[in-house]
């Protein structure tokens, strides 16, 4: 015979912890939590199974359940001396849905069924308070007539208003039991009148009439909608919980109250918790009295005058405290518990693994490996990667005060402080004079990048989630707001204005980039904690983890982060970023708008000291570290002199006519740049480029092998191949430039080159092009580019409709697609090594920093990922618990 009820208490229990699937969380734990022996009220539960049960035959029962609840409801009879639906011994019951994860939208609980006209004054006979007997049973009428009949629960708060109104009462602990008598009658009646029907008498009607409620609870809207957002099978269904009550409003030594194991916003290693005299139910979560502290030293930190359990009820304190321990210990995780005295005995209600903030997960998981509660590998396993966003930046002090302008995007997170200016280069003067500035523009282009280097923050006006601002600001760990449409910035007045407020430049703002805000004035802020709990897990974390982490950068402020961070190289350092810089742009534009290959040999014989200057820094600051560096990438038009004024400067600068120069600006302008004339073709067309870009890297490698005694090996990485032939012209003169560096040095230079794997055709035909290439780097930015077809610049305007509609589920810019991306890295990784076994391959680009991609990675094979680095901590965290997932899998 099938079994669809399982019973639990005194101390043992039909089901388990594990039995989740089939029990739901609550009834799970509380079937353990009666085979640990703890005090739980005894009870039963009805099977998910039921619930699928349901729905796949119309919406009835197995035909044995009925039988079986009454069985189940005997045992608990048993156990407390009572009978449901006896007229002089009453059993009540609570009846509670649980699905296998909490969720809001199921049917609220049924507290006190059982309870009728008669039964109610059995209740007042035996606990010689009729006052209870009597509140308990308008709470039932109140909670079952609104959520397994459906009138509406304002309406008896009405009644009851009114009532108290009247008679000059301002608290329901004033009523008495001849005045609750009164409100019963008034809410019968309302129900009566709403549904014409009487409220049902019958106990076996009542229990029956809740367990189809919690059945049906599972496809109402809410329900379907949360699962939905949260990816939750409506094939899972509901557990249902029935469960002798115990009653917390009995009186002055009765009490309910929820608690965490340890502290959720900080980790603290102390009950946090809360509890109400003489109360039921959710009445301390409900706010309709404000709920005591439940140790004393809580409650001498919130400075509260009301008595803590520990003072008012020492006893049933103390047991609280010691389940909790050992709750803790069995689960071997933070819980948050329900629980209820009566008449100064401790029930214990519910159990679970509580919810806590980025800085509590990281605290309780050291703790408890330290405590050895948990293995370190565990700890790992426990704080979520993403998470850790929160405490690598500084944030707004949760405690300061908020004077809120305006709320844009959260583009990039953190917070900060300072002067408001309105273009970059003042930006860049005003931190030269070590001032904080706020760089605030209508939206930013690449020629903002040293203004937005010079900034705190960054606020734009215009621009959503993957705009320049924002894609930007998160690459160089900035905090940013974007898209705030209700601030106006007048550029000409140097002012910002909202809300019939106006801000001139050198005013101060605060920006908040992890919720959109722009605040006036400064905020006080938290910083981030590198050191103590943090740095113990990112220990545990390197110790367990198969993939390096370098990082993305170029400049020298960028590779000293991003070592502070533990990155363990650079795996992109564009160098077409090294041009953007004032004084250096003049020298670009040069080159590019030269019509000879002698013009650009002039231009770039400028760049060549500063570019070996870069990587000379550069070098020394990562050694003993690999360094990959990008050849020049982007379209040239990028670089291009847009204004009159900066036209007629390289027109001086070169010695040629301004007509002449905005022909050839205008002969280099392209359809379609990103697909364009950009990356490898480049430097096809301008070897010179190639060349001069080789000499400063292999110069550099000298000196600063020379300066710091340790050797360089550069890694050199071409970009935008597509074709084996492509890589070998490039790799010709790379390889020339380094012969004649070594002659002239008179030194050997350990150096590789490779390529990115950008293009699908790159991609399947890497077993040739890994024939040339002596490493591989992912660079699934435009590698997703180019094999949705979408550019990533103007995907911000449908691919909202995508995911509203269901096409994709996440952004593919965001985290790697798998199945097409995904597939192409494979077969790329695949054919490479086949031809050339063990080349070393990483990642770059923004996927490099996003955990389920880092995750993606590992089951690759690749070597290292690379991230922004603010992102290095985060990734080094995904990647061991990437590595400790493969292990579990395989
Ligand atoms: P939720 O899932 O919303 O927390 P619960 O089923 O846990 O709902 O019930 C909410 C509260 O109702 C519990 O925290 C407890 O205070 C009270 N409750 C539930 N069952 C009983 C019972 N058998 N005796 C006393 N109180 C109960
Ligand atoms: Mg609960
Ligand atoms: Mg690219």
């Not at 601002?469 to 900035?478: D, E, L, T």
């Not at 204005?497 to 959109?516: L, M, N, P, Q, Y």
């Not at 092009?769 to 103007?794: K, V, Y």
């Not at 690749?862 to 579990?888: G, T």
């Amino acid at each position: 015979m099938a079994k669809w009820v399982y019973s639990f208490g005194d101390g043992k229990a039909e089901g388990a912890a594990d039995m989740r699937n089939l029990l739901g969380g609550k009834g799970a734990n509380l079937a353990e939590m009666s085979n640990l022996g703890l005090p739980v009220p005894p009870g039963f539960t009805i099977t998910t199974e039921v619930c699928t049960y349901y729905y796949d035959n119309g919406q009835t029962y197995p035909a044995e359940l009925a039988a079986q609840v009454d069985e189940a409801l005997g045992q608990i009879g048993a156990l407390t001396g009572r009978t449901f639906g006896d007229a002089k011994n009453p059993l009540l019951v609570s009846v509670r849905s649980g699905a296998r994860t909490s969720m809001p939208g199921m049917m609220d609980t049924v507290l006190n069924l059982g309870l009728n006209d008669e039964t109610v004054g059995a209740v007042a006979d035996e606990s010689g308070d009729a006052r209870f007997a009597y509140d308990s049973y308008r709470r039932f009428i109140q909670m079952y007539s609104d959520v397994v009949l459906g009138v509406e629960h304002h309406s008896f708060e009405e009644i009851l208003e009114i009532f108290k109104e009247n008679n000059g009462y301002t608290l329901d602990t004033e009523l008495t039991a001849d005045d609750w008598k009164v409100i019963i009658e008034r809410f019968k009646a309302l129900v009566q009148e709403e549904l014409d029907e009487p409220f049902p008498q019958d106990p076996k009607a009542q229990i029956w009439g809740a367990i189809g409620a919690v059945f049906g609870s599972w496809m109402n809207q809410r329900a379907k909608t949360y699962r939905r957002l949260h990816d939750i099978p409506a094939s899972w269904g509901t557990a249902v919980n029935v469960q002798a009550m115990v009653f917390g409003n009995m009186g002055e030594s009765s009490a309910t109250g929820v608690a965490f194991t340890r502290d959720p916003a900080t980790g603290e290693n102390a009950l946090y918790g809360e509890f109400l005299v003489n109360a039921q139910g959710e009445d301390v979560v409900a706010g309709i009295r404000t709920p005591q502290n439940i140790t004393e030293a809580a409650r001498i930190a919130a400075k509260s005058d009301k008595p803590s359990l520990e003072t008012v009820m020492p006893e049933a304190f103390a047991e609280f405290d010691g389940i909790c321990q050992k709750l803790e210990s069995h689960y071997r995780d933070m819980q948050d518990v329900e629980f209820t005295i009566e008449r100064g005995k401790l029930w214990m209600l519910q159990t679970r693994s509580g919810k806590r903030t980025a800085r509590a997960a990281l605290k309780i998981a050291v703790d408890m490996a330290n405590d050895g509660l948990i293995t370190k590998d565990e700890a790992v396993l426990r704080v979520g990667a993403s998470a850790l966003d929160q405490l690598l930046h500084p944030t707004i002090d949760p405690d300061a005060k908020r004077d809120v302008l305006a709320t844009g995007l959260p583009a990039s997170p953190g917070a900060a402080c300072g002067e408001l200016v309105f273009n970059s280069d003042e930006a860049v003067e005003a931190a030269a004079a070590e001032k904080n500035v706020i760089l605030a523009r209508v939206e930013t282009s690449p020629e903002d990048i040293h203004g937005m280097h010079a900034a705190q923050g960054i606020l734009t006006t215009r621009g959503g989630m993957t705009s320049h601002a924002a894609v930007v600001a998160r690459g160089m760990g900035k905090p940013c707001v974007s898209g705030a449409g209700s601030v106006r910035i007048d550029y000409r007045a140097e002012t910002l204005s909202v809300g019939g407020r106006t801000f001139k430049r050198g005013d101060i703002v605060t920006i908040d980039g992890a919720t959109g805000q722009v605040l006036a004035g400064s905020v006080a802020m938290l910083k981030p904690e590198l050191t103590g709990d943090f740095g113990t897990l990112m220990e545990w974390a390197d110790a367990t983890r198969r993939m390096k982490v370098r990082a993305n950068a170029e400049t020298p402020k960028d590779a000293r982060t991003a070592r502070e961070f533990g990155a363990e190289g650079i795996g992109l350092c564009r160098t077409e970023h090294m041009f953007f810089d004032e004084g250096r742009i003049l020298a670009m534009r040069e080159m590019i708008l030269a019509e000879t290959p002698e013009g650009r040999r002039t231009a770039l014989a400028k760049l060549l000291p500063m570019q070996r200057q870069d990587f000379i820094e550069i070098f020394e600051i990562m050694h003993g570290l690999p360094v990959t560096i990008r050849l020049l990438d982007p379209p040239l038009h990028e670089f291009l002199p847009h204004t009159d004024e900066e036209m007629a400067e390289v027109a001086e600068a070169m010695g040629v006519d301004v007509e002449r120069l905005r022909r050839r600006a205008h002969t280099l302008s392209e359809f379609n740049p990103m697909l364009g004339h950009r990356g490898c073709r480049l430097l096809i067309s301008f070897p010179e480029v190639a060349e001069m870009q080789a000499r400063a890297i292999f110069e550099a490698a000298v000196a600063a092998a020379k300066k710091t005694g340790a050797p360089v090996e550069p890694e050199v990485m071409v970009p935008l191949v597509g074709i084996k032939k492509e890589l070998d012209v490039v790799k010709e003169r790379i390889d020339a430039v380094a012969k004649e560096v070594m002659a002239e040095a008179g030194v050997t230079i350990v150096y590789q080159v490779g390529t990115m794997i950008e293009l699908p055709r790159a991609a399947l035909k890497a077993d040739e092009i890994a024939g040339s290439a002596e490493f591989f780097s992912f660079g699934t930015n435009d590698l997703t580019q180019t094999t949705f077809g979408i550019s990533r610049d103007d995907a911000g305007s449908f691919l909202g409709d995508y995911q509203q509609q269901g096409i994709i589920e996440q952004d593919p810019f965001v985290s790697i697609d798998r199945e097409g991306v995904g597939e192409l890295m494979k077969i790329g990784a695949e054919r490479g090594r086949s031809v050339r076994p063990g080349i070393k391959m990483g990642i770059c680009g923004e996927h490099g920093g996003d955990p389920s991609s880092i995750d993606f990675c590992e089951t690759v094979g690749l070597d290292y990922v690379s991230c922004s680095p603010y992102r290095v901590p985060i990734a080094r965290l995904a990647a061991a618990q990437a590595a400790l997932k493969a292990r579990q899998d395989g």
